[in-house]
């Protein structure tokens, strides 16, 4: 008996710890989405008080809207070049800190720089740096090479996407260590008297080991794909020719500028599904028990 009442208290102090989480949720990402399914409904001009319902005429304009699939078109685009970039890059950046023995740290808190720069400040940067005139380009003369970097649509996203890896590196990096270090040096201890090669301690033991850390970032990854905004707004507009547009600068431009809030709510909605459902298979399908 004394067993399960201990449960049922360990219960109610796991409620009261993670109560204030589910209230930030409900007030700040629950209330707004209902909002926002609420006003998809209606024609509101943001300005005035008066809202007409119009039933679901904002999702039939949605789906024939060219610029909505272009934006899905630009967002999976977006994810083939950013996703296996980041992954790639973070898990190098974070088995070569594994490897050092004095100054992790400070290592690991460098990486963690770009994490923290405001998004305004870097797009402005690097919109310098990769300009036709910038220093990347004027590097790039010197050996008779010169990228449009954002000047041309077919490779437009991906520069955007490798900004954007930069940004993230870091943050996914510090995922990926932690994973990392939760191996315990046993298994290594085994593998290496059993003859296994660095390459094939890797594949063997540490690629399956981190599975957790990897399908976070993978569905960390996979949201942030759908809500690219910073770097687009600040660098190309969503040019050149629609190339970068995002949902995220269609859903701005609806709502603030053409102050059209019910089709932008809807736009707002669909996105907000879709990536919950992307999400999901994702985490589905990758998401694996890891047994040390």
Do not use: C
């Not at 940004?167 to 201890?189: C, D, N, V």
């Not at 707004?233 to 969503?238: D, E, Q, S, V």
């Not at 599904?273 to 399908?285: D, G, N, P, T, Y």
């Amino acid at each position: 008996m004394s067993f399960f009442k201990q449960g049922k208290q360990s219960d109610r102090i796991g409620y009261w710890l993670v109560a204030p989480y589910l209230l930030f949720t409900a007030v700040l990402w629950v209330y707004p989405f209902l909002w926002g399914l609420v006003i998809s409904t209606k024609k509101w001009n943001i300005i005035s008080p008066h809202k007409e319902f119009i039933g679901l005429e904002n999702f039939v304009r949605l789906f024939q809207d060219p610029l909505f699939w272009i934006s899905i078109k630009n967002t999976f685009y977006f994810m083939v070049v950013f996703i296996p970039l980041a992954i790639v890059s973070s898990f190098t950046v974070a088995w070569l800190l594994n490897r050092i023995k004095f100054l992790q740290a400070f290592f690991a808190t460098g990486y963690l720089m770009s994490y923290v720069s405001a998004g305004v400040a870097y797009s402005v940067v690097f919109r310098l740096l990769f300009s036709g005139d910038g220093l990347i380009n004027t590097w790039l003369a010197q050996i008779g090479v010169t990228i449009p970097w954002f000047s041309d649509p077919r490779i437009a996203m991906a520069s955007i996407a490798l900004i954007v890896v930069w940004k993230f590196l870091g943050y996914y990096a510090l995922i990926f260590l932690a994973g990392l270090q939760a191996i315990p040096r046993s298994m290594y201890e085994s593998a290496e008297i059993d003859g296994a090669s660095q390459w094939t301690q890797l594949r063997r033991i540490t690629i399956p080991l981190v599975n957790s850390s990897f399908t976070i970032i993978l569905v960390f990854a996979t949201m942030l794909s759908f809500n690219v905004f910073t770097e687009v707004y600040l660098i190309t507009g969503g040019g050149p020719l629609d190339s970068t547009q995002t949902p995220m600068t269609q859903i701005y431009y609806h709502t603030f500028e053409a102050l059209q809030a019910g089709y932008g709510s809807s736009f707002a909605v669909t996105i907000a599904a879709l990536s919950f459902a992307f999400v999901l298979v994702v985490k589905k399908s990758v998401e694996r028990e890891v047994v040390y």
